[in-house]
């Protein structure tokens, strides 16, 4: 099986910061990497598909990159909607989602 | 619009069984691979189960044996039927379609829990 490990657990930022979050996946899932966001009581939400391509109406201050087993989540200038918990998942092999990054008022 | 809404949650006792289902619209559910993902209370989220167009399915280790995805075609809804549940099993369960476009669940329901105690 697969592993996905996050980092970190939890990121506290402020307004208008960049942020970046990093998954490892524990063998090669080529580009095969999502990125959602999830609220509280909220299902998530599809943010990058294949490790990089922006989901059709999400804003451009969210990106993606890498391939193998190293991969990150920027956003470019953080908005008050951006707080939530965003989960890496990799689709290579059936699916496995990473442990999740809060991302908290600082 | 695509939409999907499960519905089947509630209150069970461990050892007892339960039927998930997922009602899709604005698409067809044997068109494209749909899965099972669940969330135990302020936990993060954990893949269950797949069934694809072909009519393929998998399992997580922690669900195999017990859990059974399927799908009709008629009603264009997908289900889960669950037995031999435990405590652990306590979750929203969330079903998700599979997108063409990226190939990842690019639609999702807005869950139901699921609640396995005494």
């Known amino acids: 099986d697969i592993q996905m490990t996050q980092s970190p657990s939890t990121l506290s930022a402020s307004v208008g910061d960049r942020v970046t979050i990093t998954c490892r996946a524990s063998?090669?899932?080529?580009?095969?990497l999502a990125w959602y966001q999830q609220k509280p009581g909220k299902a998530p939400k599809l943010l990058i598909y294949?490790?990089?391509s922006l989901e059709s109406g999400v804003p451009s201050r969210f990106s993606g990159s890498g391939s193998g087993t190293e991969f990150t989540l920027t956003i470019s200038s953080l908005q008050p909607d951006d707080f939530a918990t965003y989960y890496c998942q990799q689709y290579n092999s059936l699916w496995t989602f990473g442990q999740g990054t809060k991302v908290e008022i600082k | 619009e695509v939409q999907l809404v499960e519905s089947g949650g509630g209150l069970i006792q461990p050892g007892g069984s339960l039927r998930l289902s997922c009602a899709a619209s604005?698409?067809?559910?044997?068109?494209?691979?749909m899965s099972w993902v669940r969330q135990a209370p302020g936990k993060g989220l954990e893949w269950v189960s797949v069934?694809?167009?072909?009519?393929?399915?998998y399992y997580a280790d922690s669900v195999k044996g017990r859990f059974t995805i399927s799908r009709d075609n008629s009603k264009n809804t997908l289900y889960l039927q669950m037995n031999s549940l435990r405590a652990e099993d306590t979750a929203v369960y969330y079903c998700a379609r599979g997108g063409s476009s990226s190939g990842t669940a690019d639609y999702w329901g807005q869950g139901t829990l699921v609640t396995v105690s005494s």
């Open positions: 604005g698409f067809t559910v044997s068109s494209n691979y």
């Open positions: 063998q090669s899932i080529s580009s095969w």
């Open positions: 294949k490790a990089s």
């Open positions: 069934i694809y167009s072909g009519g393929s399915t």
